[in-house]
């Protein structure tokens, strides 16, 4: 086979070109092949009446033309020569990408993690210096020296205020920063110094702890006009008023004809409240000037805390712990004894009018026969 195979090959001419088949055309022929020379042998079988040669021959020439046909397809249709199925190529289109601009961020400053949460508090008013001696603290006020300017120091062009003494003599200050007046003074203890249309509370010294009418001091002065309700009321309800302590009640005194307010001058003739303070006795403080001032200064401040609660804005007071019952026994510690007093009265003014810089304070520092000087 491989002979005949051989010449068909050496037959045909070099420039000839050998038919290009798919893989299926090959094999398809060679099944034809095989099948005709198969029914080929068998009719050569037949003719010549041999059963067994038929069928052998028949046999052995089909399958042999199989295997020869499978063989010519092998040479002759390499894979060079097969015809492979054009697939035609799709054009993948490209993609456009669209272009991002990425925003430049802005990188936050670290911030202070936010404290835990704190209840807010009331602003604190700026600390208060409070001066060593009488003369430091009075050269920081300002001095007025004439009556007509005393109103111009408050809030309000409406407030009437004058001496009912047009001859009383007089030494003035107002606390820088506030509408606080300090006005010392003469005159007697139980009556108004000023004619004003501000309400006002007078201050009694007590003689003693349980409050009693008469005595010495102012305690006697007030005991004939104040009526004895009066007086019982504005003690406390221990019965006791320590040294540094201070109680009120609303004014009423023995004259019932004067009306409290004149509405011809629309000035107050009379306070609205009594204050009863309470005064160290050097005898109790072995003559110390320290516990002076301490119950003077505590004194002082709760009597101006009790007129401002009940609306009072002229307070006037005695200069308590100077009278004869409250002093030491020698000249020269009486003397120390009362600058304590007088510098505690001081640092209570000053505190008070920067607790209440915008409320009108007079505050009046009444003496007999003579205003007390600083």
């Known amino acids: 086979m491989c002979t005949l195979i051989s010449a068909m090959r050496n037959f045909l001419p070099p ?76 054009e993948i289109p490209e993609l456009e990408i669209p272009e991002f601009e990425i925003p430049e961020l802005e990188l936050l400053e670290p911030s202070t993690p936010p404290p835990s949460f704190i209840p807010p508090k009331p602003p604190l008013l700026p600390k208060l210096a409070l001066k060593n001696t009488i003369k430091e603290m009075l050269f920081g006020w300002n001095s007025i020296e004439s009556e007509k300017l005393l109103p111009c120091f408050l809030s309000s062009d409406k407030i009437l205020l004058s001496f009912n003494n047009p001859s009383a003599r007089f030494r003035a200050w107002n606390i820088p920063g506030s509408n606080t007046l300090f006005i010392t003074t003469s005159g007697q203890y139980a009556s108004l110094k000023l004619q004003s249309n501000l309400p006002s509370a007078i201050a009694n010294s007590v003689q003693s702890i349980s409050c009693p009418k008469g005595g010495r001091g102012t305690n006697d002065l007030f005991s004939a006009v104040i009526t004895d ?6 003690k406390p309800s221990s019965g006791l008023l320590l040294p540094g302590e201070c109680s009120s009640a609303p004014w009423e005194d023995n004259d019932v004809q004067s009306p409290t307010w ?20 050097a005898s109790m403080y072995s003559n110390s000037p ?3 001032y301490q119950l003077c200064f505590k004194a002082y401040l709760s009597c101006f805390k009790e007129a401002i ?20 026994g020698s000249q020269h510690k009486e003397k ?20 209440h810089r915008s409320d009108n304070i007079v505050i009046v520092l009444t003496s007999i026969p003579r205003p007390i000087y600083f």
């Not at 120390?336 to 607790?355: E, G, M, P």
């Open 15 to 90: 420039d000839c070109k050998l038919p290009t088949l798919t893989y299926k055309q090959a094999l398809i022929t060679s099944l034809a092949s095989g099948i005709i020379l198969g029914l080929a042998g068998c009719l050569v079988g037949i003719l010549s009446s041999i059963t067994s040669l038929i069928i052998v021959s028949g046999f052995i020439l089909g399958v042999s033309l199989l295997i020869a046909g499978i063989l010519l397809s092998q040479r002759f249709c390499s894979q060079d020569n097969v015809l492979k199925p054009e697939i035609p190529e799709q």
């Open 229 to 234: 309700r009066c007086w019982e009321e504005s």
């Open 262 to 281: 004149n509405f011809e001058t629309q000035t107050y003739n009379k306070p609205t409240r009594f204050i009863q303070i309470s005064a160290p006795k």
């Open 290 to 292: 320290a516990y002076c």
């Open 309 to 328: 609660r009940h609306g009072c804005h002229i307070i006037q007071i005695p200069l308590i712990a100077s009278f004869p019952d409250f002093l030491p």
């Open 336 to 355: 120390v004894w009362i600058d304590s007093t007088k510098l505690a009265l001081l640092h209570a003014i000053a505190i008070i009018a920067h607790q």
